[in-house]
């Protein structure tokens, strides 16, 4: 009895409503799941007998009426022929037309229950119809297919009208170590003892190469011998030459027999800074053949008749 009151004054609230289910906006398009804020209304669709499970979509911003609601969902909605969507008979095709005609309002032993609840409260049994009734932003609307039952006892949508809490922040992961970059397979050029080049190390302060054969090396270059230097390190300075290197003997000792790069080192190296002993014999030899000529002169000089 009370079912059959409901029912009629859900009829006689939704025959006023009918001419306006033409002009309902469809709303925008819905998302699977749970509204993640209450910025939309989320709608349960339980399909029980009819088969399909129970789904939940979300209707996103703000809804004016259930009907709205449940469209913009993303749920297909058919109303009856006489009043329209303003009564629910089908959702997403069931029940099927062979099932149900949806010509008149649907028996009461199978039909769409229509309810709603709060977030985290409780499903309640909707004593309005669907085009009088506007969800809060936040809320939950439900619809339960009810067969063999009386309003009574409808059954209630099978999932719970709360929505999911928003996951917690996860903190930020600490940014890796800096890491060196890997080195690279050339490593600096050995230098020699100069700071640079290949080959026959340079005495410093410019002159390189080896002195031409015959020649005496210059007296005035530090270190007097010549050869080839051995790579050293960045920064180390030259190493002095150890007695003995490139043939040369100890000062006041006597040099190897044949060997003319002795005689050449020692005569480079004579205590005094004076000239080279090649110069020095040059000289006396100049000195001596002008005094020869001097002396031929007055002789030739002193033979000569007198005029």
Not at 239 to 254: I, L, N, V
């Amino acid at each position: 009895m009370i079912g059959r009151t409901l029912r009629a004054g859900l009829a006689l609230v939704l025959a006023g409503a009918g001419a306006l289910v033409g002009s309902t906006p469809a709303g925008a398009a819905g998302t699977a799941g749970y509204c993640p804020d209450a910025a939309g209304v989320t709608v349960v669709v339980d399909f029980n007998e009819l088969g399909g499970g129970t789904v939940v979509r979300c209707a996103p911003g703000d809804q004016a009426t259930g009907l709205a609601a449940l469209k913009s969902a993303g749920f297909q909605v058919t109303g009856t022929l006489r009043w329209g969507e303003g009564f629910i008979c089908r959702i997403d095709g069931r029940p099927t037309a062979a099932t149900e005609k949806c010509v008149d309002t649907p028996p009461a032993s199978a039909y769409w229950s229509y309810w709603y609840a709060a977030n985290g409260g409780s499903w309640t049994y909707s004593d309005k119809g669907v085009l009088n009734r506007k969800p809060p932003a936040g809320s939950f609307e439900g619809w339960s297919f009810s067969l063999n039952r009386s309003a009574d006892n409808a059954p209630r949508p099978g999932a719970a009208p709360t929505r999911p809490a928003a996951p917690a922040p996860t903190s930020a992961a600490p940014p890796p170590a800096p890491t060196r970059p890997p080195a690279s397979g050339n490593g600096p050029a050995p230098t020699s003892a100069a700071g640079g080049g290949t080959g026959t190390s340079a005495a410093p302060g410019g002159a390189a190469g080896p002195a031409a054969p015959g020649a005496a090396p210059d007296p005035a270059a530090p270190g007097g011998a010549t050869g080839t230097a051995s790579p050293a390190g960045p920064g180390t300075p030259p190493a002095e030459p150890a007695p003995g290197d490139a043939g040369a003997a100890p000062d006041g000792g006597t040099p190897p027999d044949g060997d003319p790069s002795a005689v050449t080192d020692v005569a480079a190296r004579r205590p005094g800074g004076g000239p080279p002993l090649g110069t020095l014999v040059g000289i006396l030899l100049l000195v001596a053949l002008a005094a020869g000529g001097l002396v031929a002169a007055r002789r030739r000089r002193a033979a000569a008749p007198d005029d």
